[in-house]
């Protein structure tokens, strides 16, 4: 693809689900909700930004006081009032893992009231809300629901902030698994038919589990979760037919996974382990954005020159200065040390930005399409924020 | 607020943080200035990356603590080794013989039962410290590379979480001399790492705000790293945008002969400047949010990585809490 700039346009143009991933602090919620406004400004149709990032400031940048867990519109006047002239539609909502559960087992619940027993159980919050793990399947399991809806021509998902970049892959797998699983029926056995002293009875093959459970939970809680879970696993059929799904929708190649990652070694060695997942459990990889990067001039051989002169001649490029009659520039000694910290403050960066080109050799086994998003001077706080990192993304930029 | 020299008097420090802020280099860069001031320091590394041991440049280590340098042992957590430990140490439950099938259901009960996993990980550092405060363990502070801003509630909440969901049985007893422990600002402080930008900025306060409000453990100093330097003082500032005048490129070019490394290195400060100065903006919001003691570690422009990281890092803090 020599001459031609890297762009995320091809992804967006034939993909309908774009999942963003990388570690945490590369800043993957504002290239999520970037390339939905750059889709949204360039080909059309109607575009979803699915952000799990508790963010009040991508509510703002978006021109919306809030995002809740219902999709809103980004009206067009947030557009137009920074010059841009959107050809579709821009929408976003903000995953509350708590709402989403509580949908999900009203949907699946054999009826209301078993519903409500789940949802009113002591450790349906925490379970729901606690684990790590919860937040990713729900992730997915929305992305799948508002997928079938039909309603967007893309949808781009910005990924938990897992400790494991790779956790929301397993996700489903592991939702259907949990409830699919003997150890489930290990635990709710006794249970099953009756409580109170018939509880006691414990079949053979889970004593040696009970024995050690009992003594590190005691029994009452140890039926509190059984319970729990009894009510729980009436909703079987529904979960696991729904994560094998999610799963199946993940591998389609209706979508793609971008990896965010910037050029420091921790994020871009867990960037690389997810690529090469990637590949391996044969998920459609689409691109890499190397967000945050500094601008090729603080590795070029003129710069670093210009460095030096600007340091071993300061006494005398500060007479110059001194001698064009600018009202700043009259003290010669201020301005040598001026000229002298600029130089030092390049050669700084200059460190920093030869680390990164280090590291992008590293990349290896990259996809076709790697995206620099540069260094911005400013945070981004508004749609025009997000519309120059777009710009990148985009390779269409000024 | 600036340094806090008591937290090192401390017996055990928490370090948490938003992902990406430098949790394991400052965690490190601790342990080593502790190990500086004589202390015989435990580093508990909860995520289990293995980046504490490469700050040391020693290979990955286990649940059992290694010496990685003279006076600093790791140990990685794994709640299963933990809930072997503990099932021997406390209940005398023989499970030696018969791990396979424990390990098999150990899984699930942790998932099951919220809070296991955390109360296991909690507990374990809880013992240390108490083995240590009671003679038995040679530690004289342990330092937890805690989980990021976004579980660390849940973990060092979870004693507490299970007390409130177990009416009895021995597990209810046991969090009660955790709890004594974690609740202790004589003994424990939890800090948290952050950098000058946006989200770490507000994740630190939201993080400082439920930790008040859902903890009942002692917050200690908030550490910011990666500080850009101020470049210029006012005068030169001004000096520094009079340079854009086309007066002043020409005098600066004629000597030059160059306009592409001129305009890489003005550019180049340009961009220093302005990122110094939307940094400032979030370390003022941080400070009128947030009223813990500050640390303050400079952002590194070096190669340094390693041992000559943490050894930078342990002697900024060292200046920091003014030794």
């Known amino acids: ?398 | 607020m600036t340094a806090a020299p008591d937290l090192l008097a401390r017996r055990l420090l928490v370090v948490t943080g938003k992902g990406g802020v430098g949790k394991s280099t400052v965690t490190a860069g601790l342990a080593l200035l502790a190990a500086d001031l004589g202390k015989r320091v435990l580093i508990v590394e909860v995520d289990g990356k293995g980046d504490i041991c490469t700050k040391f440049e020693h290979p990955p280590v286990g649940f059992d603590p290694v010496e990685v340098h003279p006076n600093i042992s790791v140990l990685a957590m794994d709640t299963e080794a933990s809930l072997r430990e503990y099932l021997r140490l406390n209940l005398k439950v023989p499970v030696l013989g018969r791990l396979g099938p424990v390990a098999r259901v150990f899984d699930f009960v942790a998932t099951a039962a919220p809070g296991v996993k955390e109360v296991l990980t909690i507990g374990k550092v809880a013992w240390e410290v108490r083995e240590s405060i009671e003679g038995r363990a040679p530690w004289d502070l342990v330092l937890v590379d805690a989980a990021a801003t976004g579980h660390v509630v849940a973990q060092m909440g979870a004693p507490d979480a299970i007390r409130d969901l177990v009416s009895v049985g021995p597990i209810r007893s046991q969090t009660e001399w955790m709890i004594e422990i974690l609740s202790d600002p004589a003994i424990t402080a939890l800090n948290v790492v952050t950098t000058p930008e946006e989200m770490p900025v507000s994740e630190t306060i939201d993080l400082v705000t439920r930790a008040r409000t859902e903890l009942d453990v002692p917050l200690g100093a908030v550490i910011v790293n990666r500080v850009l330097p101020e470049l210029f003082a006012r005068a030169e500032e001004a000096a520094f945008g009079a340079l854009d005048t086309d007066a002043a490129r020409a005098a600066l070019g004629a000597h030059l002969g160059d306009d592409a490394g001129l305009d890489a290195v003005l550019s180049g400060a340009r961009l220093a400047v302005a990122l110094r100065r939307t940094r400032a903006v979030h370390l003022a919001n941080l400070r009128a949010a947030v009223d813990l003691p500050m640390l303050y570690l400079p952002y590194l422009f070096t190669r340094t990585h390693g041992m000559r990281e943490t050894r930078v890092v342990a002697d900024s803090l060292g200046a920091e809490f003014g030794l």
């Open chain 1, 1 to 398: 693809m020599s001459g031609e700039r890297a762009s995320l346009g091809g992804l967006v143009a034939a993909k309908e689900i774009i999942v963003l991933c990388g570690s945490g602090g590369v800043g993957k919620t504002s290239i999520a909700a970037a390339t939905a406004l750059g889709a949204a400004s360039r080909t059309g149709g109607k575009v979803l930004v699915l952000t799990i990032d508790p963010a009040k400031r991508l509510a703002s940048a978006l021109g919306l006081a809030e995002i809740g867990n219902v999709e809103t519109r980004v009206p067009d006047s947030a557009f137009t009032e920074v010059g841009l002239t959107p050809r579709g539609e821009l929408w976003a909502a903000m995953l509350d893992t708590k709402q989403s559960w509580d949908a999900l087992v009203m949907r699946h619940a054999p009826d209301e009231a078993t519903a409500r027993r789940i949802i009113d159980n002591a450790l349906y919050d925490n379970i729901t809300g606690r684990f790590v793990q919860s937040h990713d399947y729900i992730a997915m399991e929305r992305l799948f629901e508002v997928h079938a809806s039909g309603a967007y021509d893309l949808i781009v998902i910005d990924t938990p902030p897992t400790r494991n970049a790779l956790d929301f892959l397993e996700a489903p797998h592991r939702m259907a698994e949990f409830f699919g699983g003997r150890l489930l029926r290990w635990l709710t056995a006794p249970y099953r038919f009756g409580g109170g002293r018939g509880a006691r009875l414990v079949n053979l093959a889970s004593r040696p589990f009970y024995q050690v459970a009992d003594r590190i939970l005691g029994s009452q809680f140890l039926q509190d979760i059984a319970e729990f879970f009894l009510n729980f696993q009436s909703m079987y059929d529904g979960f696991v037919a729904r994560a094998r799904a999610v799963e199946r929708l993940l591998h389609d190649k209706r979508t793609t996974f971008v990896v965010v990652t910037t050029l420091e070694a921790s994020p871009l060695h867990e960037a690389r382990v997810f690529c090469e997942e990637l590949v391996t459990r044969d998920f459609p990889f689409g691109a890499i954005v190397l967000n945050k990067t500094l601008p090729a001039s603080f590795t070029s051989a003129e710069g670093a020159r210009a460095a030096t002169v600007l340091t071993d001649d300061a006494e005398e490029l500060a007479a110059g200065l001194a001698a064009t009659g600018e009202p700043a520039l009259g003290d010669a000694g201020l301005d040598a040390r001026m000229l002298r910290t600029i130089a030092g403050s390049y050669r700084n960066f200059a460190v920093v930005a030869s680390r990164e080109a280090e590291l992008r050799t590293e990349l290896g086994r990259a996809p076709d399409v790697v995206v620099d998003v540069p260094n911005l001077d400013v945070d981004v706080h508004d749609l025009a924020g997000l519309a120059r990192i777009a710009e990148a993304l985009f390779g269409d930029g000024a």
